[in-house]
């Protein structure tokens, strides 16, 4: 994040623990809330990092970890939470682990949600289980004194994640959903630029699919206020090493990436991704991305 008069603080770095112990592994609504025992990653990890967890046993191990936001850490139980929806054979996996079973995690990774030092008001948007990351971050920004308000939307109530959690660290909450089932019947971005106007909001954190961040990037700048969007990449593997994860960037001297987003995010600037490019599913590079034109003679 570029805003004045915020800072960042480093954090030590990411460990692997080979056998993170299954503590618990609960249902909550359409997804899963599991909790590992991992010493040593809950105080490294910061509101938006996330880790890696090797999915498959001894006959079905996969080759790519599967990367998940981090919803809470407990230092002095030394506990990570994740909450994950069951999309594939990986997630299938790590949906049947039971208390006591092991998995090998890796983490913190990434960059995480930059909070400012000084009292700041922010709105908070999530959707679907995007929510995971934002009760703390909550909790960090109204510790500071700013006032907070979040939206969390999903297509359906059930695929809402949080609610009760949102009405208790934030100071005004909204819910939407796409057939209204649950709250206000809309997008997550409809009820943003008055919530902006009404508490004065300096900020705009989001995390969620790529759509809903790019309207999310796009209120935030039309109300002259910086947001910081966590984005939904695959990462295979996490470390910065596969590339399958790069997004179209824009950095200070003005020119457009390729951006890892496993180790240069997932959190950025909303105002610097090349949203435009995204959307445009030819998979065409257009001419200002650097090195575009020498691909082209490919």
Do not use: K, N
């Not at 705009?204 to 790019?214: E, K």
């Amino acid at each position: 994040m570029s805003g004045r008069g915020t800072a960042g603080r480093p954090a030590p770095g990411p460990l692997q623990i080979r056998d993170a112990e299954v503590l618990r592994l609960e249902p909550a609504g359409a997804y899963h809330a599991l909790t590992l025992r991992a010493p040593g990653i809950p105080e490294r990890t910061r509101p938006g990092h996330f880790v890696a967890l090797a999915v498959g046993g001894e006959r079905s191990a996969m080759l790519l970890r599967r990367a998940f936001s981090v919803h809470r850490v407990r230092p002095a139980e030394q506990t990570v939470d994740i909450v994950f929806a069951v999309h594939g054979a990986g997630t299938a996996w790590l949906a049947a682990r039971r208390p006591g079973d092991t998995v090998d995690v890796v983490g913190p990774l990434g960059q995480p949600f930059r909070v400012p030092e000084e009292a700041t008001d922010a709105v908070l948007v999530a959707g679907g289980y995007g929510s995971a990351p934002m009760f703390v971050l909550a909790e960090q920004l109204a510790a500071r004194g700013g006032r907070v308000a979040m939206v969390l939307g999903a297509a359906t109530a059930a695929r809402l994640f949080g609610v009760a959690e949102a009405r208790r660290v934030a100071d005004e909450v909204m819910v939407t959903t796409d057939d209204g089932s649950a709250g206000e019947r809309g997008l997550v971005t409809d009820p943003l630029p008055a919530l902006i106007d009404r508490i004065g909001a300096r900020l705009v954190y989001a995390c969620g699919p790529m759509g809903m961040l790019r309207a999310v990037a796009r209120v935030a700048r039309s109300r002259g206020i910086e947001s910081q969007c966590a984005v939904e990449e695959a990462m295979a593997c996490g470390i910065g090493v596969c590339m399958t994860c790069v997004l179209p960037v824009v950095g200070e001297d003005g020119v457009t990436r390729m951006t890892r987003s496993c180790v240069d995010g997932p959190v950025f600037d909303g105002a610097r991704v090349r949203w435009d490019i995204l959307a445009d599913r030819t998979g065409v590079l257009p001419d200002d991305v650097l090195g575009a034109d020498a691909m082209r003679a490919h």
